[in-house]
């Protein structure tokens, strides 16, 4: 559009408009600056949607699609407008948007695609949850409170597929959650298909948590293509993480020559970090990895290694290796080794992801996002802040979604205690106080669904809902604009769009508390 007004010219429209202070948006989660009026905007007559920049194309046709879920709105002929615009702003966060409502049109604008998506996203939100297809008339200024705002999803130890990963980036955009973190490789299981190494799907992909001879379940690369590029039109990066060098059973069990570990069933927990074709092994591994995924992270694990090292110490490749490096301790090659996967992770023109073990290496800042996990630990928060070390928080307490949500519930981790919807919603700002300095570390939040007890779609959806919608606020809204009361007046609304998508959740606002879905107790 050649004739763009701004942001401020289209205020002055709505200088007839008295505010109304009772009126809230039905939206979740909630935009930063909000100033409604009387009168609102009708999708009931037709909407037509003027765009011209071809890069709106994809977020406009996903916002078509689900009006098209709600009634059929879509009408080029309607005098009854939403104009969206891609014009330069001062705000240099590309995910913030305007909206100017007004009775007979809706001018959405963005500095970047991502913005006009996640302005579509609070209109559809807006017509959807109030149930009355129409959205109040007002002002909406919005941006994200934190730049990375995640979800992982474990299956290593189950396997949930194509459609279901689908499923959950779908609902992650719907509610502005923008990273899917995607634990692909661990000890029960290889999941992603490398050409290099076919041993690893073949034999690696065998098995699960809970049996180690079920059928052999990964992603093909075409797959991995598929699931990206779906990610990549709802704005929603995914990055992968390769375990290493611990929590290697399931590669190991494919290729042997590069096994080395503890006693007992930790034998092959560990890659064999004394044997120099380790490194050419995993770096070819990591390029296909790479190849597939156009994030600037890849996620190395990096945790735990100590649980099943102990054959480091009599392996003569090892001790070979601690002598001509000068290495001392255990804890030495384990960083020796990361260290030289970051390396190579650099050289394909990425960055490291690791968990908070990382924070004790050598990598430097520039190449590593530290994701602090370890809640009883804050002293490594401390550590990895201190270093200056740029920080993704998801702490066990309360961003487990593998911990009980309810002290009634049986399946699930405790530890202490156990994280709930408002556990969630208040966090990090009702356990943390950062410094300005800290705070600029500080990338975003992420929750984390690790899968041993949890084997179905249903119990995917039961972990996940609705501590992601108190996650996505979270993330999202800035402390000051925060309402638990208004955020739980939306959930009804919101569960009534999971019926109909028949997705299980647990129903935090019923006395009569949802069952929990059927499991194996041990």
């Known amino acids: 559009m050649k004739n763009i007004l701004t942001f401020s010219m289209l205020i002055l429209f709505l200088g007839g408009c008295k505010q109304e202070d009772k009126e809230k948006l039905k939206v979740m989660p909630y935009p930063n600056m909000v100033s409604l009026y009387r009168g609102s905007f009708s999708f009931d007559g037709g909407v037509n949607i003027i765009y011209s920049d071809v890069a709106l194309k994809s977020p406009v046709a996903i916002f078509k699609n689900k009006l098209a879920e709600i009634g059929d709105f879509i009408d080029p002929t309607s005098k009854n407008t939403i104009l969206i615009v891609l014009e330069p702003s001062q705000d240099a966060i590309e995910e913030a948007y305007k909206l100017v409502i007004e009775s007979d049109k809706i001018v959405l604008s963005a500095s970047h695609p991502s913005g006009i998506f996640y302005g579509l996203m609070t209109i559809w939100q807006s017509i959807k949850f109030s149930q009355t297809n129409s959205i109040p008339c007002g002002l909406i200024s919005d941006k994200p409170r934190f730049e990375y705002r995640g979800f992982m999803l474990d299956e290593s130890r189950n396997f949930f597929g194509k459609d279901k990963v689908l499923e959950i980036i779908e609902l992650m955009s719907l509610f502005k959650l923008n990273t899917f973190h995607w634990h692909l490789t661990d000890s029960p299981g290889w999941r992603i298909e490398i ?127 601690m002598q001509e490096a000068g290495l001392k301790t255990p804890k030495d090659v384990e960083f020796y080794f990361l260290e030289r996967m970051a390396d190579s992770v650099s050289a394909m023109g990425k960055k490291v992801a690791g968990w908070d073990e990382m924070a004790e290496s050598n990598i430097s800042k520039e190449k590593l996002l530290i994701y602090w996990w370890r809640h009883d630990k804050p002293e490594l928060l401390d550590n990895a802040l201190s270093r200056k070390y740029s920080v993704v928080l998801c702490p066990r307490i309360p961003l487990y979604f593998d911990f009980v949500q309810h002290d009634s519930h049986e399946n699930g981790r405790r530890w202490d205690g156990f ?5 969630v919603y208040s966090y990090p700002d009702a356990t943390h106080t950062f410094t300005k300095e800290e705070t600029n570390l500080i990338n975003g939040i992420q929750g984390n669904l690790w899968t041993e007890r949890f084997d179905s ?6 972990m996940m809902f609705p501590r992601i919608l108190a996650l996505s606020e979270s993330a999202w809204t800035e402390i000051e604009n925060k309402d638990f009361e208004r955020f739980q007046s939306v959930l009804p609304s919101i569960q009534d769009y999971l019926d109909d998508r028949n997705i299980y959740y647990f129903n935090t606002l019923n006395d009569n508390l949802t069952p929990e879905p059927d499991f194996i107790k041990d």
Request: charged share 25%; glycine share 10%; no cysteine.
């Open 457 to 462: 779609e249903k119990w995917v959806d039961f």
């Open 195 to 321: 050409k290099a190494y076919p041993n690893l799907t073949t034999i690696g992909a065998k098995g699960n948590h809970s049996d180690s001879d079920a059928p052999a379940l990964f992603y093909t690369k075409e797959d991995i293509k598929e699931i990206v590029a779906y990610a990549a039109d709802r704005f929603v990066t995914i990055i992968p993480e390769i375990d290493m060098p611990g929590h290697a059973d399931a590669a190991n069990r494919a290729y042997p020559v590069f096994s080395v570990g503890g006693n007992g069933k930790t034998a092959n927990f560990t890659f064999n970090p004394g044997k120099e074709g380790t490194y050419g092994y995993l770096s070819t591994i990591l390029k296909e990895v790479s190849s597939l995924f156009p994030s600037e992270y890849i996620h190395l694990g990096g945790d735990e290694v100590n649980m099943g090292n102990q054959g480091w110490n009599k392996n003569e490749d090892v001790k070979r290796l």
């Open 419 to 423: 994280g709930t919807v408002n556990d």
